[in-house]
Structures are given as structure tokens and as C-alpha cells.
């Protein structure tokens, strides 16, 4: 069973991306992060979710080490602690903009500010198979 973590769970995004791991068979989901509903249960956030996790959500600081790592946050705030986040499992998925482009250059011209951690952009690949089938497979 690959156990997983969210960070950022509490969002739109990571609800949807929770929704839908609770429904894969070979995944477990462990933890999610919510820094404004600690100690909630997820499903008071996402009703959608009663009935099928009694996962509470815990600190980003309180974070356990995991398999795969979800990184469900507003775009900006994955790369400012992106070493910490990396450091939590073996594999990180970002599931915002902040790693999508290699170049620390091209980040600046179309986000408008530099990059928080450039040394990490060109570690990732961005996740669209039908352009990046062969790199994602290799990925962490």
C-alpha cells in the first residue's frame, strides 16, 4: 500500500485530489494539511467526503514521513519550502504552477517574480503525458 500525505487539503484542489485517492486501491491516504481547520475532520470542510475518512486534518510542521507527497497549495507557497517538503518522501507532486517551467527566467517573464527555490525547477517535469510520458515514468 503507498501511503500518501496533502498538503493543502483543505482547498478545492486537494478535496478533489482527496475524493479521489480514497478510491484508489492501492493507495492510503495518511495525512492532510489544513493550517485554518487543525484538528477538524476533513468531511466538516468537504461533506462530500462523510462517510468515507475520518481523517482530521494536522500542521503542515507536523507533517510524517510518507511514500508520495501531494503538494495542493497556492501557487507560490510550495516553492518557499520545497527542501522540507522534498525531504517528507520519495516522490513530491505539485499541483501548482511553481515548478511547471525549467527556466528561472521564464518564471520571472511570465510570473512576474523570481523564482523562490530556481535550483529545483529543472528536478521536475511537468506532469502531461502526452508530452512527457518518458520522463514522468522516472520521476520523484
Given at each position: 500500500?503507498?501511503?500518501?500525505?496533502?498538503?493543502?487539503?483543505?482547498?478545492y484542489?486537494?478535496?478533489?485530489?482527496?475524493?479521489?485517492l480514497?478510491?484508489?486501491?492501492q493507495?492510503?491516504?495518511?495525512?492532510?494539511?489544513?493550517?485554518?481547520h487543525?484538528?477538524?475532520y476533513?468531511?466538516?470542510?468537504?461533506?462530500n467526503?462523510?462517510?468515507?475518512?475520518?481523517?482530521?486534518?494536522?500542521?503542515?510542521?507536523?507533517?510524517?514521513p510518507?511514500d508520495?507527497l501531494?503538494?495542493?497549495l497556492?501557487?507560490?507557497?510550495a516553492?518557499?519550502q520545497i527542501?522540507h517538503?522534498?525531504?517528507?518522501a520519495?516522490?513530491?507532486?505539485?499541483?501548482?504552477a511553481?515548478?511547471?517551467?525549467r527556466d528561472a527566467?521564464?518564471?520571472?517573464?511570465?510570473?512576474?517574480a523570481?523564482?523562490a527555490?530556481?535550483?529545483?525547477?529543472?528536478?521536475f517535469?511537468?506532469?502531461?503525458?502526452?508530452l512527457?510520458?518518458?520522463?514522468?515514468?522516472?520521476?520523484s
Amino acid at each position: 500500500m503507498i501511503k500518501a500525505a496533502i498538503v493543502g487539503a483543505s482547498g478545492y484542489t486537494g478535496g478533489e485530489l482527496l475524493r479521489l485517492l480514497l478510491g484508489h486501491p492501492q493507495i492510503e491516504v495518511t495525512q492532510v494539511t489544513s493550517e485554518h481547520h487543525l484538528g477538524e475532520y476533513v468531511y466538516s470542510l468537504h461533506p462530500n467526503l462523510r462517510k468515507r475518512t475520518t481523517l482530521k486534518f494536522v500542521s503542515r510542521q507536523t507533517l510524517q514521513p510518507c511514500d508520495v507527497l501531494f503538494l495542493a497549495l497556492p501557487h507560490g507557497e510550495a516553492q518557499k519550502q520545497i527542501e522540507h517538503y522534498a525531504g517528507l518522501a520519495g516522490k513530491v507532486i505539485d499541483l501548482s504552477a511553481d515548478f511547471r517551467l525549467r527556466d528561472a527566467a521564464f518564471y520571472k517573464k511570465w510570473y512576474g517574480a523570481d523564482h523562490a527555490a530556481p535550483q529545483w525547477l529543472g528536478k521536475f517535469v511537468y506532469g502531461l503525458p502526452e508530452l512527457h510520458r518518458e520522463e514522468i515514468k522516472s520521476a520523484s
